[in-house]
């Protein structure tokens, strides 16, 4: 897919961060945008300037933790329209806290968005753009935990490698049907996600908690970076793009050096010490 005017392009998450800067990409590319979000506000502050940019958008509440909000999601879109260009299910919540300190509710809570609003955001989007049978593509935020597990990061690694695993299946499965799947993997990214995070044990302490936010603000490697990533890889068809130098050498990492990244990650990042 090497244009994307006047292409159908859905994003949940779309209130702010990734979401939203993703959104106005595609908005200065020529797309109709379908804007989805729990934050009403954020949501309808990216359709406006989605407008402004020229771009139609249209603004839905909608909670990808519940199948049935989703489905209604899917059920208003296509009042309008037969199927979806693009899909991109980038909602998503943050987590941190050794294992022995995080709750069974925060398991459930951030598998159930994370995971479970990916899963839900196909079922209900996919089974159209495969009938309409002019192909695709559907762009999965995942993260560098997708494919690197902190051990202050579990709950969150095991959902974002779930996506990454079900992304990798699904872009199998749909590659017959013309429909190209991406997962995002981006690293130390500045936005609002590791503020408003679940935190846990030692990493629910407010100092520790201010210097990892401190930290992410200081890299300042920005939304709007992320999103021209993304849609290079909507454009190469990309099966796995990482974002951000960091993103990138855990990649290769974890394939050519595991033992020594299994070293490094025992240790305390240097910021919380």
């Known amino acids: 897919m090497k244009s994307f005017r006047d292409r159908e392009i859905l994003i949940t998450g779309a209130g702010s961060g990734i979401g939203r800067a993703t959104a106005l990409a595609f908005a200065a590319e020529g797309a109709s945008l379908w804007l989805a979000d729990l934050d009403e506000q954020g949501n309808a502050e990216t359709a406006e300037q989605a407008r402004r940019a020229g771009a139609r958008a249209r603004t839905f509440h909608c909670d990808v933790a519940d199948e049935q909000s989703v489905r209604a999601l899917a059920e208003a879109v296509h009042e309008r329209i037969d199927a979806l ?33 990916v899963v839900h955001g196909c079922h209900a989007f996919l089974p159209a753009m495969v009938e309409q049978g002019r192909g ?61 995070s679940i935190m846990e044990g030692r990493m629910g302490d407010p100092e520790r908690h201010g210097k990892i936010v401190d930290f992410y603000r200081k890299r300042n490697f920005t939304a709007e970076d992320v999103a021209k990533s993304v849609l290079r890889a909507v454009r190469g068809n990309r099966a796995v793009q990482p974002v951000s130098a960091e993103a990138w050498g855990l990649y290769y990492a974890k394939r050519f050096a595991p033992r020594l990244l299994q070293k490094v990650s025992e240790k305390e990042p240097p910021f919380l010490k």
Not at 88 to 112: C, H, K, P, Q, Y
Request: glycine share 12%; hydrophobic share 50%; proline share 3%.
């Open 136 to 196: 695709g593509h559907v762009i999965n935020v995942a993260s560098a935990a997708g494919y690197f597990a902190a051990p202050d990061m579990p709950v969150y690694a095991a959902s974002k490698f779930a996506v990454q695993g079900f992304s990798e299946a699904l872009r199998a499965d749909m590659a017959s049907h013309g429909i190209g799947v991406s997962t995002i993997c981006p690293g130390i990214i500045n936005t609002g996600i590791v503020a408003n």
């Open 85 to 117: 260009d693009i899909l991109m299910n980038n909602a998503g919540i943050g987590s941190a806290g050794r294992f022995l300190d995080t709750s069974l509710e925060t398991w459930r809570r951030v598998m159930d968005v994370n995971l479970m609003g």
